[in-house]
């Protein structure tokens, strides 16, 4: 895992939009955002994605003018990110509009272990904000015995090595949530980075992500 620091105007293009998201998530107004299976866009919860604790709200650039802003300040730092740490042609790979999904972790029954299973994510790089102190989010690579806990930062965007990047020799990142604090809801956003299709023959989103 990689940890990158965020600039004041990082901060605040993330936060503007914690509200309006949780109100539609809080409120009938999410099943306006129909689920788009093709773009992996709009409102989904434990129906669409069934090992999620969550429900989440997907969005890619044109869902409106302050989601375009996090789409592509997003996709600037990945890009800036993808360049400096590996090179120009990596990133010239990639599809350069990354896929952004808030998530609402909701409360839990506190004899539940995970609020999330083990796994690693289906792309190259994802980026994780969370907004809300909430424990519980662990991650280790295959060569840890220990899974460490991920600690909060408002001012860190976690950085995540998916399924991809095991074809390049970078070990993956293994991320769980364990229910430390059930009784709390945790706001995160994550940004989802991966090859243009034609790098990935068959191979689709959906299916990498188990999503229906
Ligand atoms: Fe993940």
Redesign the pocket.
Known sequence: MDVIKIDIDTKKILLSIFKPVVEILESNLKYDYVYDDVNLTGYIDKSIEPAANKETFAFKYGTGKIYDRVVNHLSHLGEKYIIEKFDYRFWNMHDQEPLIRFHRYYEMPDNDEYRFFP?Y?YGTI?FSYCYNDVRGMQWKTIDDLDWKDMKYDQNELKVFFGQIMDDFCFGKTY?RMINSEPEKIRYSLTCHFDLQQKFLGSDTVKKRLGIK
């Open positions: 796994h994510d994802t991320h």
